[in-house]
Every structure is written in structure tokens, then in C-alpha cells.
T-cell receptor
């Protein structure tokens, strides 16, 4: 389909390892968002890209988390020195632009488990 | 960010209407009211949004109080596929950005 695609769908990693999560937004969407969702909670905002630049990264919990979008389409969320508390579903979303009121389309998420 | 308050859970019988309430007493004049829902093991999906007037689309209706301090999402005829967590979110347009901040939502159970 033409929706937001995330890979991998599931990832199990050991504490202390490095992890990359990939997001392919809907073609033509300039705005891209990363959220994190823990069990029983609503999605928590992490970062928002408008084009290639991070317009708002205020939700990144600490400097172990980093995201890039070098060509304004695919984005990668990178987590260094993973901790058990990083276990969650990481959701990517995109919208046609970053203008308020645009519908945001979510992917199905990447489930990360840190053991 | 302006906050919303929703009941943790609600139940409805299949094929009956469902009214999901949301309080947002600190809403500002430029805040839109958005509703998203999340089915099990899926990402959230857009339902409806509005500013002042009531809104209708193929999925639902949104009734907004005259003072805008509360709103109600109306599913006209609940089906088993409507069982999900429903999130009421205020989008602050003062920032000029579209990123939304979710709460914990209302878990809707539809009884056959």
C-alpha cells in the first residue's frame, strides 16, 4: 500500500547495543514525526521534521536518541547504548505539510524490546 | 500544551450510538480539537477535527460546546471494529506546527 512503512516491525536487542529504526513516509509528505508508546500509554512525541531539518526535537528524552532525514523522505531513528526502559513501540507518522490542520498518518510501529 | 480530560473507558452495545466526551477547559482560541483512534496493534488513525462548528464525516460527528470547553465524538452506530482507544487532542496552532500531543484516551469496548 501507499501508507507509512516502518522497519523492522519487531526488534529485540541487548542492553547497551545500538539500534536503528527506519521510516518510509507517504510519498510527497514533507512533514515526518516520531512518537514512542509504552504499554497502556498514549503516544509520546519525540521529534518532528519539516523537510530535511528537525523543526522540533523537544521530545527526545536524552542524547542517546537521534534522528535524521537526510533527503527529506526516509527517516532513521537511532538509539545508542539502549536501556531496558527504551522498550516501547516507536511510531512514525507523516503529513502532507507541517501546516496546522493537516491529517497525520501513522505507521504500524516498530516494537523494540531491550533485554 | 492545553490538556484534555477523557474517561478511561466506556462500553457500548453493538449497533447503538456512542458518545465519547472530552473536556478541555483551558482551550485557547486558536486550538483545533482533533480525534484519533488506535485499534489494537495498529498506529493511531485520524477520525475527525474541528474548531468551533460541529463537524460530520463518514466516520463520525464532532459536537463542540458553545464555549468550546468540551466536545463529544459521536459514533452513530457502533460496530465491533470500532473497539479502540479514542484520543481527544488539542492542536495548538500558535506554534505554527502540526505535531500533536496525546493523552491516555478512552478505551471503547463494543459489546456484541
Amino acid at each position: 500500500g501507499a501508507g507509512v512503512s516502518q522497519t523492522p516491525s519487531n526488534k529485540v536487542t541487548e542492553k547497551g547495543k545500538y539500534v536503528e529504526l527506519r521510516c518510509d513516509p507517504i510519498s510527497g509528505h514533507t512533514a515526518l514525526y516520531w512518537y514512542r508508546q509504552s504499554l497502556g500509554q498514549g503516544p509520546e512525541f519525540l521529534i518532528y521534521f519539516q523537510g530535511t531539518g528537525a523543526a522540533d526535537d523537544s521530545g527526545l528524552p536524552n542524547d542517546r536518541f537521534f534522528a535524521v532525514r537526510p533527503e527529506g523522505s526516509v527517516s532513521t531513528l537511532k538509539i545508542q547504548r539502549t536501556e531496558r526502559g527504551d522498550s516501547a513501540v516507536y511510531l512514525c507518522a507523516s503529513s502532507p505539510s507541517g501546516a496546522p490542520g493537516n491529517t497525520i498518518y501513522f505507521g504500524e510501529g516498530s516494537w523494540l524490546t531491550v533485554v | 500544551d492545553a490538556k484534555t480530560t477523557q474517561p478511561n473507558s466506556m462500553e457500548s452495545n453493538e449497533e447503538e450510538p456512542v458518545h465519547l466526551p472530552c473536556n478541555h477547559s483551558t482551550i485557547s482560541g486558536t486550538d483545533y480539537i482533533h480525534w484519533y483512534r488506535q485499534l489494537p496493534s495498529q498506529g493511531p488513525e485520524y477520525v475527525i477535527h474541528g474548531l468551533t462548528s460541529n463537524v460530520n464525516n463518514r466516520m463520525a460527528s464532532l459536537a463542540i460546546a458553545e464555549d468550546r470547553k468540551s466536545s463529544t465524538l459521536i459514533l452513530h452506530r457502533a460496530t465491533l471494529r470500532d473497539a479502540a482507544v479514542y484520543y481527544c487532542i488539542l492542536g495548538s496552532y500558535q506554534t505554527g506546527a502540526n505535531n500533536l500531543f496525546f493523552g491516555t484516551g478512552t478505551r471503547l469496548t463494543v459489546i456484541p
